[in-house]
């Protein structure tokens, strides 16, 4: 998994988790020969593509910094979902059952967050879903952000949002399956559903609007939400 990662990786936000080591967290990290590879596969302009980048996580940086509570709240729902795994037997087999009946229904059962979803409890799962709301919520935003900030000054921005996102929804054979155990390809949709929602939600109301997700935990869209905008615009009086 680490080694499939390492390939696909350009660039992180590693949130400040614990008081160990404050030195090497919240810090903004990019993998050099990833980026190089993809400047030298797409030929993009170094300078630009690097700036591009540097927006999108400075932007989640921003994020977690800015909004007081967003930390403890993202913190305390990772605490939920990483619930140690027993290895009991009959979770394995509840595991295999409800995979079995997903299949049969027609449905992939690792659609929504891969191999993680599947050993997740009831009670994971629903860490899990507010998760994928916050995330979609964080990706989206960051995306129209980046994009919008790097209109004026990065001539190549529409350039390297297309050919990125072409790379994530245009994977095939290992690449495709290790993307789909891993929960990547519902990272992909986090990032469509959320930008959608952003601009559905200003569309609706404005900037003013949508600044009210930040305003506290309760105004977070659930991840149906983020699916439907009219939903958390109606909530919160749009």
Do not use: C
Not at 31 to 43: H, K
Not at 132 to 138: A, D, E, I, N, V
Not at 225 to 233: C, G, L, N, Q, S
């Amino acid at each position: 998994m680490l080694a499939y990662m390492a390939t696909r990786v350009l660039g992180q936000y590693d949130l400040l988790i614990s008081d160990e080591s404050p030195e090497d967290q919240d810090l903004v990290s990019y993998v050099g020969p990833n980026v190089l590879a993809i400047e030298q596969r797409f030929g993009f302009d170094t300078a630009q593509f690097r700036l591009w980048l540097a927006l999108h996580e400075v932007t989640h940086r921003m994020q977690f910094t800015a909004v007081p509570w967003l930390r403890d709240h993202f913190v305390s729902l990772v605490g939920e979902l990483l619930e140690p795994l027993t290895g009991d037997p009959m979770k394995l087999a509840e595991v295999l059952k409800r995979v079995t009946d997903e299949m049969r229904a027609g449905r992939n059962p690792m659609q929504e967050s891969g191999v993680v979803g599947l050993l997740a409890s009831p009670e994971q799962q629903l860490a899990l879903s507010k998760i994928s709301g916050l995330m979609s919520l964080l990706e989206g935003h960051g995306d129209v952000t980046m994009d919008r900030a790097g209109a004026g000054e990065i001539p190549g921005a529409a350039e390297f949002s297309r050919t990125l996102h072409e790379r994530r929804t245009q994977a095939k054979g290992l690449t495709k399956v290790m993307s789909r155990l891993l929960g990547l390809e519902a990272k992909m949709r986090q990032y469509a559903e959320g930008e959608t929602f952003v601009v559905a939600v200003e569309a609706a109301g404005g900037p003013a609007l949508l600044a009210r997700v930040w305003e506290g935990p309760e105004w977070l869209p659930t991840l149906a939400e983020i699916r439907t905008p009219a939903d958390w615009v109606a909530r919160a009086g749009g």
